[in-house]
């Protein structure tokens, strides 16, 4: 806008300025033609009745004829101004401007002339000052006109961006949304520029979640595979003396691999974007755990408090709740409590009647592969896996008695909405 208002006003400034020039050189042959037409009488004249202008004293035009001879014809209003102007040869033309010794600012044009053998110049001065002020007037409406201009650019731009921004925002809450498991991917009415990056997004979404249900079917497949042979083992070691150590060993493979399907079967039948229903989750929970230690009838109890929306990433709060109620109902005697409320952030308590632990072996659970009784089927990893996660999610892990029921409790506390690190 600068360079704008700079250059309307420069083109305005010569337009006019050439203007004037074209009107002096004109002003200047009719100078010439009163000049060599004069009269007899006329010739003691200083001054030539042309133009009234030329004729006021003190007006902005004036004008000046010089002869080889010096003699010098000049207009009234050049009585108080004393130009020096160049003598030219007949055909030569010279513009530009003056300034007298009132400091007052002069376009000139000057032609030279040949009248009877002698070289005539005639020069005609036009004042700037009433120019200017009227060119000042017009740079100020010019730059009115660019500020205004301006301002609306700048609207124009801003109403653009935040449009653009609009919708770029909605992109940014269907990403939140798909990490809280509200849509199973992103939509792709979005804008031109972005829609490639999210198609490429959503196709990549979809790579991932299939390979991630094809790395748990291997894992689950090839646990199968191996539990007839490890059973068949199993049983030739207890029809075989002195084969005690294969069979404890086969024993052991047999509940790490029972160990992992069950896991499997917690989570196995997630997917990426599903949201995390607590009471859903929990209901078919412990439906499956029931199968798995069909051998007890263990109650679990939800409690959701008000307004609880767990809206983390719904595989992590499988693995975190799974491995806890799974612990819960394996160490149970007959109810197992699940309580969910906000403080403080959200807060997950779990609660079983079983033996609880002392405060020694409480140190000592979260430690990866520990387990306080070698006789119960498990690997020790459930509580080291929870740990990890509640790491993951910047939260807090606490492990005690329960005073309610007496046996063992398990604290969770995550924040409501902090990203995973």
């Known amino acids: 806008m600068a360079v704008f208002w700079w250059a309307g006003s420069l083109t305005a400034r010569q337009l006019a300025e050439s203007l004037v020039f074209d009107r002096l050189a004109r002003d200047g042959a009719s100078v010439h033609a009163a000049y060599i037409s004069r009269s007899a009488e006329q010739q003691g004249h200083r001054s030539l009745n042309l133009y009234p ?71 005609v001065y036009n004042e700037l000052s009433p120019l200017y002020r009227r060119l000042d007037v017009a740079a100020w409406y010019v730059a009115g006109a660019s500020v205004l201009l301006l301002v609306s650019l700048l609207s124009v731009q801003q109403l653009i961006l935040r449009r653009t921004t609009q919708r770029l925002d909605a992109i940014r809450a269907d990403v939140e949304r798909l990490g ?97 229903d607590l009471a859903a ?26 307004g609880v929306e767990i809206v983390h990433d719904r595989q992590d709060m499988l693995e975190l709740i799974g491995n806890l109620l799974d612990n819960a109902v394996k160490w149970a005697r007959s109810l197992v409590m699940v309580n969910a409320r906000y403080a403080d ?47 993951t999610y910047g939260g807090e892990l606490e492990l005690g008695r329960s005073v309610r029921l007496g046996g063992f409790r398990v604290s969770v506390r995550l924040p409501e909405r902090t990203p995973r690190r």
Do not use: C
């Not at 000057?110 to 009248?115: H, K, M, N, Q, T």
């Not at 939509?187 to 031109?192: A, N, R």
């Not at 979640?209 to 079917?217: I, V």
């Not at 691999?257 to 599903?274: M, P």
């Open 180 to 276: 809280h498991g509200e849509i199973m991917s992103l939509p792709e009415d979005v804008p031109e520029e972005v829609r490639p990056l999210v198609v490429e997004f959503n196709q990549l979404l979809q790579r991932f979640d299939h390979r991630l249900r094809q790395s748990r079917n291997a894992v689950g497949n090839l646990a199968h595979a191996l539990k007839g042979p490890l059973n068949l083992m199993i049983r030739a070691a207890d029809n075989t003396p002195g084969e005690h150590g294969v069979q404890q060993n086969a024993e052991r493979i047999r509940q790490l691999i029972d160990g992992e399907l069950r896991r499997a079967r917690l989570v196995g039948r997630t997917s990426v974007g599903r949201r995390f």
């Open 281 to 306: 989750e929990v209901e078919t929970l412990s439906g499956l755990l029931a199968q798995v230690y069909g051998d007890k009838a263990v109650e679990v109890r939800l409690a959701e408090g008000a």
């Open 53 to 123: 202008e030329y004729d006021i004293p003190g007006s902005d035009r004036l004008y000046w004829v010089s002869t080889g001879q010096g003699k010098v014809l000049s207009s009234v209003s050049a009585a108080e101004r004393t130009p020096t102007p160049t003598l030219l040869a007949p055909g030569q033309s010279r513009r530009g401007r003056w300034v007298s010794d009132t400091n007052e600012r002069f376009l000139y044009w000057s032609g030279g002339f040949s009248r009877n053998s002698s070289n005539v110049t005639v020069t």
């Open 345 to 391: 952030g959200l807060l997950l308590e779990i609660e079983d009647d079983g033996p609880g632990t002392s405060e020694y072996e409480l140190t000592r659970l979260t430690e990866r592969g520990v387990r306080l009784d070698e006789s119960v089927a498990g690997h020790g990893l459930g509580l080291a896996i929870v740990r990890d996660i509640v790491a």
